[in-house]
């Protein structure tokens, strides 16, 4: 059995039950992690589409693999032991890379850093945090929302978590799966794969550009909300919520990818000059 084995299969039985939260994280109706089951199935496919360029690498054991495999194991046993699953799914972030530094050597770590950086991504945030950031994210989103809606004609006012259209009996409902956390972890990831994957930034801009990636994402999303105002007020509120609620949502992703693209190209290109 090679290194690689004796490493993952341990790894694998050990998160055994922790994989099983994460995976009904991901399947959860108002789940922010939505996007979850394509990070395995990106990673695999990179892995494959390059296999000819890493098996060239040279494979060694290398210790300090330890340095981040232990504090990782070290959490997941905390996590396990308290009960504490999200504690256990983020020390993956820690072992994962732990493990391929060991079995793998320091020079395919390197070279599969940038992917393996993607787990992050993955492992789904504690409720507490979640919980937190979706309700200020959520009154962001709404009361910014209703202005820009309201500078184009949406006539609407809030009422609590609602948005009240003039001539509507039915108000617009601002579910906390449109408060902006679910934009923001997707464009998040989108936004990771285009800088350290496929675009062409090096240096501290990379990092630059992940933390422009916030406010584009709470941006859009403010941007969705008007525009589900302005729908509902021209068509009515059950056109704003379901047909109109579709298409701003993929309008604004859109929107998001090709900024946070139009930014790493013009970056890439200030780089290069």
């Not at 046993?77 to 391929?100: H, K, M, R, W, Y």
């Not at 509120?237 to 379901?242: A, D, I, K, N, Q």
Request: with cysteine; aromatic share 10%; glycine share 10%.
């Amino acid at each position: 059995m090679n290194s690689g084995l004796q490493v993952a299969l341990p790894i694998v039985f050990a998160y055994a039950l922790t994989s099983v939260w994460i995976w009904d994280n991901w399947m959860l109706e108002e789940s922010s992690y939505s996007h979850g089951p394509l990070i395995p199935i990106g990673m695999a496919a990179w892995f494959w589409m390059r296999r000819a360029d890493w098996r060239a690498l040279p494979v060694t054991i290398d210790g300090r693999g330890w340095w981040l495999l232990g504090p990782g194991l070290f959490l997941h046993v905390c996590g396990a032991g308290l009960t504490v699953d999200s504690l256990s799914a983020a020390s993956l972030c820690l072992t994962i890379p732990g493990a391929v530094l060991l079995a793998q050597g320091a020079v395919r770590f390197r070279n599969w850093l940038p992917i393996l950086g993607l787990v992050a991504f993955a492992v789904p945030l504690p409720m507490f945090v979640t919980g937190q950031l979706v309700f200020v994210l959520k009154e962001v989103a709404v009361d910014a929302g209703l202005t820009l809606g309201n500078w184009f004609g949406a006539d609407a006012v809030r009422q609590g978590a609602n948005i009240r259209i003039a001539n509507e009996a039915t108000p617009l409902v601002v579910a906390d799966a449109c408060g902006g956390l679910r934009s923001l972890v997707s464009l998040l990831t989108v936004s990771y794969v285009i800088v350290f994957l496929l675009g062409s930034a090096r240096g501290l801009w990379r990092w630059i550009l992940m933390v422009v990636a916030i406010p584009v994402a709470v941006l859009t999303n403010v941007v969705r909300i008007a525009a589900m105002c302005v729908m509902s007020r021209q068509y009515g509120v059950e056109f704003g919520s379901t047909t109109g609620h579709d298409v701003a949502g993929m309008a604004v992703f859109v929107l998001g990818f090709g900024i946070m693209f139009g930014l790493d190209t013009l970056v890439a290109r200030r780089q290069a000059s």
